[in-house]
């Protein structure tokens, strides 16, 4: 059983320019939140993806972004990314039957 | 005042030893609380999770929760080198969906020597 993949592992982009994560759920998943975290910090909450509707939404700015396909799978767009936009961001997927939330390895973003 | 706060550490321990982390929250409300460890380069993985005060225990582990002091606690007994990682205690937002957005601690990192 596959858990939660997110590609790709890492990402170099420049400030200015903008980038998209990919995370699969974890089977039988429907539901998928997005998360950022820092160095040395904990993570954050970004958005909650269900039925193809962002359900829930953290502190963030506009610029972050995202999608659900039918297939549960998601994107996290980020535009005009800023040096402070460096982080791992991690994907989590839950389903109907339980809440509990499993993280992927996440993708680690480094914005120069 | 953070939601949910804890000592970042780093802490360091010999083998064997008894290890306790803890994480202080805000909203006297919360009713689910949840202790991840997340290894280096990897994404935080569910360890335990208690609802209410009182205590839970899983092997070594042990889940702990004070409502009136607003307090939760995670006990290693007997700790390991492979216990080595940082822990995150993590309290479900909302009081009625357990699946939405998490507020984290700010992680303690552990290390344990042999």
């Known amino acids: 059983d596959a858990g939660v993949t997110q590609s790709p592992t890492h990402l170099i982009k420049t400030r200015g320019q903008q980038v998209t994560l990919r995370c699969s759920p974890k089977?039988?998943?429907?539901?998928v939140s997005w998360y950022q975290q820092a160095l040395g910090q904990g993570p954050q909450f970004i958005f909650q993806y269900y039925e193809e509707e962002e359900r829930q939404r953290g502190n963030f700015p506009d610029r972050f972004s995202g999608h659900q396909f039918p297939n549960y799978s998601s994107e996290l767009n980020v535009n005009a990314l800023l040096l402070g936009d460096s982080a791992l961001y991690l994907c989590?997927?839950?389903?109907?039957?339980?809440?509990?939330?499993?993280f992927g390895p996440g993708t680690r973003l480094t914005v120069l | 005042q953070k939601e949910v706060e804890q000592d970042p550490g780093p802490l360091s321990v010999p083998e064997g030893a008894i290890v306790s982390l803890n994480c202080t929250y805000s909203?006297?409300?919360?009713?689910?609380f949840m202790w991840y460890r997340q290894y280096s380069r990897k994404g935080p993985e569910l360890l335990m999770y208690t609802y209410s005060s009182g205590n839970k225990e899983d092997g070594r582990f042990t889940a702990q929760v004070d409502k009136s002091s607003k307090y939760i606690s995670l006990f290693i007994r007997d700790s390991q080198p492979s216990d080595s990682a940082t822990y995150l205690c993590?309290?479900?937002?909302?009081?009625?969906?357990?699946?939405?957005?998490?507020?984290f601690g700010q992680g303690t990192e552990l290390s344990v020597k042999p």
């Open positions: 993590a309290i479900p937002h909302s009081l009625y969906n357990q699946g939405g957005k998490l507020i």
């Open positions: 089977s039988g998943h429907d539901t």
């Open positions: 909203n006297s409300a919360f009713q689910y």
């Open positions: 989590a997927s839950s389903g109907t039957r339980s809440d509990t939330q499993y």
